[in-house]
């Protein structure tokens, strides 16, 4: 994740608009293409090359998921959007990954874009990966940049025709796609959640320079979510109250449904932020706390030393006519009155609550 | 009161959307069923099995309480929303605990979700529940995950026919059981407010590591509350706006009183927050105050004393020619001199309102 | 004034909505009525029993405005509810003193409740009272918790026929008294401002806990009255815009400059908060500003003498062979050398602008 | 500028609305009318007396501006308010100078109601006097409190037939002057952010509690400032929404450009907040560092001379058995060994980057 | 970038609205008009008169970009408004070089004024120019007021015919040159983040005054950046809502596209705000820690050698009796006593975690 999606900038400074220009990072070799074929009946599950994929399209009654993983291949995708007869900037959103998260509306299909967040262990970063729906008549297009996805247990309920997924449409899936990403936000945020709980422990116990840098990356990351995840509720009811033409109205309390989840994600979202304000303070009183022991501790120290060294100041003084000096017991008294002197201190000190 | 609703995430990823899967923990072995039908004549109140329920649906003119306590059995759960026509995301609601507040209205009924509030005793934490509502003509269904409710009043109000509730129909049911629910978030929150007082009390008068902690930890209560308070204003202000079809125009003032306690609620909650805010404020100036203090302390010992030893320190010196030694009253002298610096001392910090 | 309404949940959880509970405390023997009849030519005022009441409604043509002070005796309040045909939500508002601030519109009449606020003197607490205000046709009823209001004025203008409020109808009465009302909360803030003033020259001048204590208390205060006020702006905007039925052209101009005399109590309430808020902030400075210079006189103090004692050390040791010690004007050799230092460490400290 | 105000209250409560009291003090003997009369021909410029004033109103085709400096003569001003048909409310707003800013509009005619600011010299304070404008078919009536305005270039465009103004009419007039007032914010701002700038040079290098109360008293006129300012957006801005039968088409493209001024003049007094609030920090953060420093210091000469005054003392005591003192170079040994030492502790001192 | 548009009041107050007076400097002798004509086949570019404009003005089948450097000349520019049929004020906008970002849209043409800024090298400032564009059928004419801009990609577009932009029309050029305009913001918002990252890093590891100085210069750019950038959102959405005579439907969603750079623009800038403020907590936490630490040294060798010296004072006291002075090996045993407790010391600050 970061703040500013500089490639993007750096590449398309100049270029004319809707030029494709890929801004990720190239991770496999050939962009992979599976399609999954269905209806109630029947499914079918293909990993094709481009040229093959005419042959898949004839059958109209079936719902074909088409899932193109890895974006650099620009020719193939501008050939793409040229047969499905897709806009121009259509595909230049596909392609920029640092798009923000967007719903485009338009007579012959619907777009939709947005981040799918991972956590590949618990220490590691959260994984970001854009990801772009296209809906059209009785097919979904996903684009996604890397091989690797939260899609799994969607393809396992198509497959194994669990739950009513197989007697739906197109509008259906892609509704049961979006779903499996809103899910995933919540694994991420409870992993945030956790790191949250442990940093609030540390700012408790053993508030360090490690604790506050920790903190403040953890506030970032925080920041940085937000941006990613805020536009989605509007992806999403967006979804379900301007693509009305796509959506069947069977499908529709399901996006309602979905869009609930995404406010509570933007919800719990909102109160980590709060927590971790929470947090930064408590680490500041944390702080002010053990200043505060610190300079208790001086203070008892020196309260009682500095007077006790002062008599003994004194009366290692070389006057000649000192007439304590010459006492019998002249040092015992002393001592005694520095014993009384330190037990007053300590009392003083016991009332005040210091010790 | 958890932040994240890990439960759901957990158990639910990877399931098809509205599939029953009951999110709490189990606390009773069988679902029990209490039905209590009434109208302005007759009164009857039965705990029955589910299988008896059918006989008395018949009567349509008296109105008909279902009391559900227990959402484990999701195969029972499942078997009524067929009987009564529920949709599978209703059911997928009433059995998740987890669930945001909401309302769904649908043309022959309307379910309104939101969590129970008591404070089982003073020192102990909030007890959350959640509890559905489904209306449905003359019948009205609730859904409480455990035994215990605050719905006693309002059984007793039907049973020994006080006020006018025999007199209306199930629309006032539902009014009279949310009135009691939202009734005991003011308990809820006066609790809370003693707490803030008293954390109050102790921020000024003794701040220590544990009152932060202590004000720490209600910042966050109030923070998940806030979560958990604020969207039941929606749902209440929309069964009175979205559900007309189902809610009679006499019920309607109630819900609208009933509405303004919510507010009210809320409200409230909001003064907390600031007022915790402000709590927070005084425990770090209460604890500036200490620091600066001991500071004082501190600095008027050592400006005393540290002069003086020095003093006593030079006439320590064992300078072989050193006049003032041989004086016979140097000795008091100097004692004297040591006497005038410290009422000297004393008088500086008296003009400085140190002390 | 108290944040949690507590009487008000405490005596009415469990009781039917609409029942009729007075949750202040009662201040009258008897509730008392006080009637003010007038037109332009005549004028009339007489304190009543209920039961004389009825013969004063016959005349329709002049005002009457009904003034009942005390709300303990329900009984009485109900029957009046019943005889002037009052929805019993309505008669629950009026004797729930913890009430928000409302206004509810109804095709007989219209109830508005608001808080008459007053200083009994500068050191006491703001007194806080509930009114409801009733108007229906010529009928203007007020219920008034306690004897003792601001409307003083108003009287006075209707009996000495001063101004135009003899030519109008109730609704201009209910104007004129909603400003009495509101005009005096400006007397309200006008004394809480002269507290803040107060505070901020203690916070600048001698900051203490009791000043802090204080400023919290004051920031409390203006919380709870911004929760009393804010909601007043609706209900006045409300009866120019909702209640068009009961209210004549000619009186609109004159709720309409009250309605920004209102926000102009909203807005100077909002400057008191930042003001306050600026206090606190003076107040921490105030105090960092005073620790600073305690530090300073301890750093001056220990920095000159500390090194000086050391020397003074040095030359206490019982060596043998310590060569300065028998120089017949070692002594004097550092003493002077303490004294040259002592003045390089106050310039040291001059330049740094310590002192 | 003065925060609650006052004057209207204390003398207002308990009279009816409508009635006329000055709230401000008199400046003046009598009030002053000035009148200047033009078209696109001919100029008139002349101070007249109120019963003079009839005689101007003749002829409708020329643009009469009549300024009236003085509020104190509330007769006169009531009788104009009947001679010219306005509303008693009108002119009680044009006489309490402590209005908030506003714009009502009527069929016959529209008033604003705003404040003017000047900056008098550098060092002095804002002055603000309220001013009120009544526009009504080919007549600009103003108000104001005491002599001296921003007005004087409008005059130098009217009587030297500068611009366009001469060919326009009464609502261009109005624009006109509206112009000059909003232009004068500007000046008021800049003399506002020149301060800001040299309290922000003193918080960074003197910070002192001179600089503390200064940038308090900054940030309270701030807070002044913005709410007679805010207002003033919707005045202009409902000027061309709300007076459309009043203001010709012509002129609506410059109330726009006028609105958009004003827009920036509340963004840079945003600006301005920001920025105080941050010269606040700036100014802790300086004590902070300054603190810092102190401590500093009092740990360097602490850390170096207490451990070897303790040297010293060790060999101050009287033991009869200490084999170091009958050394011959014990005594310079222990000094070079106190050299050392001092040297590893400045060494220590510049790796923690202290000196 | 100033915060206060100085010279525009200084130099206008007083002068009619509308008259041209340009607020900037003269950066060059001449007002340098350079044309670009071009359709799909043919392209021209040259550096004219204003003389020879008009020849060009004839083909009106080409699209022609009249590229405007310099401001100063006002006579010429305000010809040009009379050639061109544009409002004074659209003229006296181009020359007042501190409007805010605005969009007119009138019946002949579209005026949108935004803020081009540019990095020129990394240390110095951002140079911000403010540039206008006038849409008018065919004609798109740019007024800067420096030479040197960011539209040199698009000018080697035409000129090269790269991309779409040859085919389209002169809506389509507008969008073209704000695209330019707002990527270029992307460039500046990097240089500001990877600022702030090195402010955060100083911050951590050595934060200084200088840190401070820098992080509050910094925060101010920002400011003053949010003021520029914010309007320009509604300049832009303005542009496809509200000229929609003068955009044809193939250039909206490019509109579209643009809209959204914007926003993204502005949260970048949300965050970089939020991180700045993030920056200063971090700063101040670090400084506090560093302030703890250096206490923490204090109290250590006050703690361990005050005592000790203590005890070294008791035995230099010069009593006649003192019993452990005779002792043969009392000197060793105190010295091993002392030894003793400072390890006890040692011990006790481990514990606490002080070292």
């Not at 991972?118 to 220490?123: A, G, M, N, R, T």
């Not at 669990?162 to 919540?186: E, P, T, W």
């Not at 919800?267 to 944390?286: A, H, K, Q, W």
Request: aromatic fraction near 10%; glycine fraction near 6%.
């Amino acid at each position: 994740m970061k703040i500013l999606r500089r490639n993007k900038e750096h590449f398309k400074i100049g270029l004319p608009p809707g030029a494709l220009v890929y801004t990720g990072e190239q991770s496999l070799k050939e962009v992979e293409i599976t399609i999954i074929s269905y209806d109630q009946e029947d499914v079918y599950e293909e990993k094709i090359t481009y040229e093959n994929l005419a042959e898949h399209l004839i059958n109209k009654k079936k719902v074909l998921w088409i899932d193109i993983v890895g974006l650099h291949d620009v020719d193939l995708l501008e050939k793409m959007g040229l047969d499905f007869g897709l806009h121009r900037l259509t595909m230049e959103d596909v392609v920029s990954i640092d798009q923000r998260p967007k719903l485009e509306v338009f007579d012959e299909y619907v777009i939709a874009i947005l981040k799918m967040m991972q956590c590949i262990d618990k220490e590691s970063e959260i994984d970001e990966e854009q990801i772009s729906f296209i809906l059209k008549d009785g097919i979904l297009i996903t684009f996604q940049e890397r091989p690797g996805d939260v899609f799994q247990f969607v393809r396992i309920r198509i497959l194994e025709n669990r739950g009513s997924i197989r007697k739906r449409k197109a509008d259906y899936l892609l509704y049961a796609l979006l779903d499996a990403v809103v899910d995933n936000y919540f694994v991420v945020l409870e992993n945030i959640g956790e790191k949250i709980e442990s940093l609030e422990n540390q700012a408790m116990e053993d508030p360090s320079t490690k604790t506050l840098a920790a903190l403040y990356q953890q506030r970032r990351q925080l920041m940085e979510l937000r941006r990613t995840i805020y536009p989605i509720r509007e992806v999403i009811g967006g979804i379900e109250k301007n693509a009305e033409h796509k959506i069947s109205k069977d499908t529709k309390p399901f996006l309602r449904d979905l869009y609930e989840n995404t406010i509570q994600v933007i919800e719990t979202m909102e109160v980590f932020r709060d927590m971790s304000s929470g947090v930064l303070d408590l680490y500041m009183n944390s702080l002010s706390n053990r200043m505060n022991n610190v300079m208790k501790v001086l203070t008892i120290i020196s309260t009682i030393f500095i007077p006790l060294s002062f008599v003994a100041g004194v009366y290692g003084m070389n006057f000649e006519y000192m007439p304590e000096l010459t006492w019998h017991y002249g040092y015992f008294y002393v001592l005694t009155g520095m014993g009384i002197a330190t037990l007053g201190m300590l009392g003083f000190f016991r009332w005040k609550k210091w010790i």
